[in-house]
C-alpha cells in the first residue's frame, strides 16, 4: 500500500517556511494514521527523506537526524528512489505527494514540470499554472487580457519609462511572499534599486502604490469542487505601508500564519465581498488554479483589484478552511485525491511519427 508524501524546503528564499509547511502537514497526516513519507529538498538542491516526526529546530542548523538520501528518476521508471543494496536504486512507496515548495523553483514551475517528467502526482498548481503564478508581469497582463481589474504592471528595466510618477512598489517578478518588495519615491530610485537588490536582478516589476490601499484575501480550493473561502483582510503594523514577510510568517510565533493579525470575517460591504467573489471565480479558469491556493486584493478607493495568486500558500492556506470547520488533515486528503486522479500534465509526442526523421536525408547536406 503506497503512502502520501510530503515535498518540503528548496533551494529558495522561502525553504524556512517551507518546512514549517511541510512539518505541518507530515505531522497531521501521521497523526491520522496515515504513514507519509517526508521528502526534504535542501537548499543545495538534494533530496533527502527524513522521519515525519521531525520538528522545525532539527533543520536549523542542517539535515536533522535519520536523513537518508535520495533520488529523484525521470523516466518510465521514474519517481523518488532511495540506494539499495550495491548501489542499486530501489523505488519508494510514494503515491500522490503534497507539495509544500514556496517560492523559488518549487513554485515556479521547476518541480512541477520534474515531477511530470517522473510520472508523480502532486498537488498545487500544474506546471504553466504555477509558471504563471509566480511571474507577476505574465500574471497581472493575464488578469489585464480577461477584462479583470489589476495593478498597472511594469517590467522594470533600465530603459522602461512609465506614466505614473510615484510612489512606486518594486518586487521580484518571480519572487514569492513579501520578500524583497520595497516601496520607494519615483522610477529613478526603482531603477537604482533594480541594480544593486539581489532579489531583483533576475527581474522586477514596478507598479503604482496607493497609501491607504487595503488587503483582501481569498482562498481558493478546487477540491472536491470549486470552493472559495471566507475573506480575510490582513492587518498591517501601524508603520508599515505593506503587508511585510515578517507579519505573514513570523509575527505569529509557533503558529506561523494561523496567528498572524488580522479581520476574518472581513467586514465589508455586500456587493464588495460579491464583486470580490466573482473576480476570484473568473481568476480560477484564467490562471489555472488547482488544488489550494490564496488570491490577494486591493481595494483602493472603491476600486478593487486583482493583485497576487499565491498557488501554494503557507500553511496551504489552512487557516481560511479551519473558519469552514475543515481539518488540516482533512484539507490534506481531499488535495491528494484530487491529485491521485492522474498526472496533470500528459507528455505528448503526436506527429512524432518519424516522418520528418525518414525524409530528412544526410544531415552533411544540411551544414553545406
Known sequence: MTSPGVCFGGPSPEHDISVLTGLQAAHALAATGENPVALYWSKSGDWYRVPASVEAGDFADGLPSGAEQVSLGMGSDGGFQSKGRRGKRQPLDVGAVVNCCHGGPGENG???????????????????????GMDKLAFAGAMAGAGLPTLRTWALTPTVEIDHRGPL??????????????????????????????????????????????????????CPTLELSVVERPLRGDNDRIYTYVEKYLAGGDQGMASAAREMPAQIDPELEGKLRTFAAAVVDVALVRSVARLDFLLVGDDLLVNEINTIPGSLSWYFWAHEGITFATLLRQMLVEAAKGPTRRLRTDGADGTALRSAGAMARKLA
Open 169 to 222: 512598489i518594486v518586487k521580484p517578478r518571480f519572487g514569492g511572499s513579501s520578500i524583497g518588495i520595497e516601496v520607494v519615491s519615483d522610477l529613478a530610485t526603482a531603477k537604482a534599486l533594480a541594480t544593486s537588490q539581489p532579489l531583483l536582478q533576475e527581474g522586477a516589476v514596478v507598479q503604482p502604490y496607493f497609501d491607504g490601499a487595503v488587503d483582501l484575501n481569498v482562498s481558493i480550493k478546487t
Open 110 to 132: 521547476t518541480l512541477q514540470a520534474m515531477f511530470d517528467l517522473a510520472g508523480v502526482r502532486y498537488t498545487g498548481p500544474s506546471m504553466p499554472g504555477a509558471a504563471l
